[in-house]
């Protein structure tokens, strides 16, 4: 491993232990949205971790919108929707339901698609937020910045879940290229993890599909290269 990578999985890997666990296992799911949610967010945002893990934690796919600064596909819509630019920023097509605030987000989506109580780590709103804000400091120029970009004609789909670091690094690049995408999430103990096995062989995380070019991948190095040859101007 050279340098350059042992310090890019180092640091994503002390942003992981910052929320340890959070996002990483599942937790009892009540409903499959029969639409898709959908996610407005950039990665390094503190906020936009705690609406992340919770949708893991419940193994929800939402289509992941990335706004990162100097965006230009998916901020306006949040603010011309929402009438401001903060993040995250979920909309449910299933209940006409959109609403700022990380809080918010969680409480909704576990009294929606949960058993009706958020897990503790999600639930005490000093600690997330100080424990989030910690983990963005280790990686804070990563998912922050938009980079000029070639807009895919198909969504891209990464099986992911939150606390991975290597999952991160690839989520991290989809961000900075604005690329929208379906996030597959796969925690430990979700019930989809079979069928997940199913589409890539063996149970092991980031892996992308991308239906533009036929490509499936593991590796979060290898899928963040693959993003920048392929996507970025």
């Known amino acids: 491993m050279d340098l350059t990578r042992l310090l890019d999985v180092t640091t994503s890997t002390a942003a992981s232990a910052a ?27 503190p906020y936009c971790r705690i609406a992340r893990e919770a949708l893991s934690a419940l193994s929800l796919d939402p289509i992941v919108y990335p706004c990162p600064k100097g965006g230009r596909r998916f901020r306006e819509k949040v603010k011309q929707e929402g009438g401001r630019y903060q993040f995250p920023y979920l909309v449910d097509p299933n209940t006409a339901v959109a609403m700022y605030e990380s809080a918010d987000i969680v409480d909704y989506l576990f009294a929606e698609y949960g058993d009706g109580r958020a897990p503790w780590f999600l639930r005490q709103r000093g600690f997330a937020v100080s424990t989030s804000m910690l983990a963005s400091g280790f ?21 992911s879940y939150e606390g991975s670091p290597f999952c991160r690094i690839a989520r991290e690049a989809l ?48 899928i963040r290269r693959y993003l920048y040859t392929t996507y970025a101007r």
Do not use: W
């Open 19 to 45: 929320r340890p666990n959070f996002g990483n296992v599942h937790y009892e799911r009540a409903k499959i949205p029969e639409q898709p949610l959908e996610l407005y967010e950039f990665e390094v945002c």
């Open 175 to 222: 961000c900075e290229l604005e690329l929208p995408h379906r996030i597959r999430n796969v925690p430990r103990r979700s019930p989809d993890r079979d069928d997940f096995v199913a589409v890539s062989g063996k149970m092991r995380v980031p892996y992308l599909l991308d239906p533009n070019t036929g490509t499936q991948m593991f590796e979060s190095d290898a």
């Open 139 to 159: 990686r804070p120029f990563k998912g922050r910045q938009a980079v000029p970009s070639r807009e895919p004609e198909k969504l891209l789909e990464l099986y």
